[in-house]
């Protein structure tokens, strides 16, 4: 005997079926924004209540409203109207207060996760910088940090002269060629050039310095890159997605972005080869300058040391090292021709330490110069370049700020920029003052107390002896050898930050930081 079904009532049913769901997701939606703004372990902590209510308010900021990528801007007046410490979403805390950073950042022994979504905006979650436990990446960036090492260093000092010179061959081409360059571009060619020399070896060349349109199509796809990090925030698995698509799809979508994707896949393919290199008898040395080589000399386990994972390292670091360090760069040469006095002293220093100005001088007489080091700093700390937070988790304590007990794994954000920028660590924080760096300043102690510009604790900067290498040596010999004014820059416009695609990037309508170089010095 068969069931009988009431075929009327069947269809009624099947007729309200939308409406039922629609109703029940309101109410779902409802009930989940009143747990969370009531009973949720963070409803305590002050902040908008739309924030708490939901993520879709950053998603909304960051991706669809006018203008778009805004949402770190919004925090910081969030601060400024509920206090050192706010509610950015439903499930993260921010905190903009400099003397909590070394709660945040601890090292020794205490243990930091790092929250998924701020992991995941570079897309090689098996590289340094995309890993989340604290374990892993103890483990991981323990393997390469003899790479990274001062020592390191010294021994390929030679490289980062080679490519500071040939920096300075774009400079004299645009002095004979009477034309104006935005510095942005072969600064950043500088520094990519250096790291595929140094880190991948010859084989991962990308040879930007000795061709101008290559560079700045590697900048415009940096570029594009950094405007898709917000994306990247919301959704994951888009850029680990698109680097297993076919170049021909990435380029019908974007041509900037099928750039990055097609150095990803020839870094992987010099990881293949070098792995395969790897399985043959004596073929990895120790003492070899090569990334690749020493993560696969380590004492990684075998699951670390594959291809894919080797890649993404080296990817990582390629697309962290240039931009980056060519915007401090920039900064620093737009603010010392708005200041000539300082930079009158610095050519002093210079010319004293330097009186041939072609000279390779070692870097170990470079960095003991007090000017360039003052100059440097300052322009790390106004440049203010990473403008996204930095979320950590503690799995294993409670971290407590002022009256606040922040519940144990509580995602917690800070912003390196808001934080350089902080008016009660650095008086006049948008003044570019290099004396607030001499010892002989009255809050040279505590400038440097809240210097993070390479951040602190575990997670720091693994590559800041780099950074500082090729810092001191590329200034150096620009500032010694050539005579450049500014060509139509205007702050507001080609400096200042707009937009928080990870780095802070100027207006749309940007003409970048253009000089013309004038002549040669003695």
Not at 430 to 458: I, N
Request: glycine share 6%; hydrophobic share 40%; charged share 25%.
């Amino acid at each position: 005997m068969g069931l009988l079904v009431d075929v009327p009532l069947l269809g009624q049913l099947t007729a309200f079926f939308p409406a039922i769901l629609l109703a029940a997701s309101v109410f779902y939606f409802c009930a989940l924004g009143l747990y969370r703004l009531t009973l949720h372990p963070l409803a305590k902590f002050p902040g908008p209540k739309v924030s708490a209510f939901t993520g879709w308010y950053e998603f909304y900021l960051d991706l669809l409203g006018a203008p778009r990528r805004t949402f770190a801007f919004r925090v910081q007046r969030m601060h400024e109207k509920y206090g050192p410490i706010v509610r950015i979403n439903p499930h993260e805390l921010h905190v903009s207060d400099p003397d909590f950073f070394d709660v945040l950042n601890a090292g020794g022994s205490a243990r930091r996760d790092k929250y998924p979504p701020s992991a995941s905006v570079q897309g090689t979650p098996d590289g340094i910088f995309g890993t989340v436990g604290h374990e892993a990446h103890r483990r991981r960036r323990g393997a390469v940090s003899g790479f990274f090492s001062k020592q390191s260093l010294l021994r390929d000092e030679h490289l980062v002269h080679d490519k500071a010179n040939l920096l300075c061959n774009v400079f004299r081409s645009a002095m004979d060629e009477g034309r104006a360059i935005n510095v942005r571009v072969p600064l950043l060619a500088f520094g990519t050039d250096f790291y595929c020399a140094h880190a991948l070896g010859e084989r991962g060349n990308m040879h930007l310095l000795e061709d101008e349109t290559k560079a700045q199509v590697w900048r415009d796809s940096i570029v594009g890159l950094l405007h898709v990090t917000p994306v990247v925030r919301q959704f994951p698995w888009v850029l680990p997605y698109a680097f297993g698509l076919p170049s021909w799809f990435i380029r019908w979508i974007s041509s900037d972005m099928a750039l990055v994707v097609d150095v990803f896949t020839d870094i992987l393919k010099q990881a293949e080869a070098t792995v395969d290199e790897s399985k043959r008898p004596k073929a990895v040395d120790k003492g070899r300058s090569n990334l690749m080589d020493t993560i696969l000399a380590s004492e990684l386990p075998r699951g670390e040391k594959t291809a894919d994972r080797i890649a993404q390292e080296g990817f990582t670091i390629l697309t962290a090292s240039g931009d980056t360090l060519g915007r401090v760069m920039t900064t620093a040469i737009y603010h010392l021709h708005c200041n000539p006095e300082y930079l009158a002293r610095l050519r002093e220093e210079l010319k004293e330490m330097m009186p041939d100005p072609d000279a390779d001088v070692p870097l170990t007489k470079i960095e003991s110069l007090p000017w360039l080091t003052a100059v440097i700093k300052e322009s790390l700390r106004i440049a203010g370049l990473i403008t996204a937070r930095t979320v950590l988790q503690a799995p294993s304590e409670c971290l407590k700020f002022q009256d606040w007990v922040i519940p144990r794994n509580t995602p917690v954000g800070m912003t390196t920029s808001d934080l350089m920028l902080d008016p009660a660590a650095f008086p006049e924080p948008k003044r570019f003052d290099p004396g607030r760096w001499e010892p002989s300043h009255p809050l040279y102690a505590q400038s440097t107390r809240h210097f993070v510009a390479f951040s602190r604790g575990h997670r720091n900067c693994i590559g800041l002896n780099l950074a500082w290498a090729q810092m001191y040596i590329a200034l150096a010999k620009i500032l010694r050898r050539f005579e450049l004014e500014l060509f139509d820059v205007v702050r507001e416009r080609d400096i200042d930050h707009h937009r928080d695609c990870f780095l802070g990037e100027p207006r749309d309508d940007t003409k970048g930081v253009r000089v013309k170089v004038l002549g040669l010095l003695e």
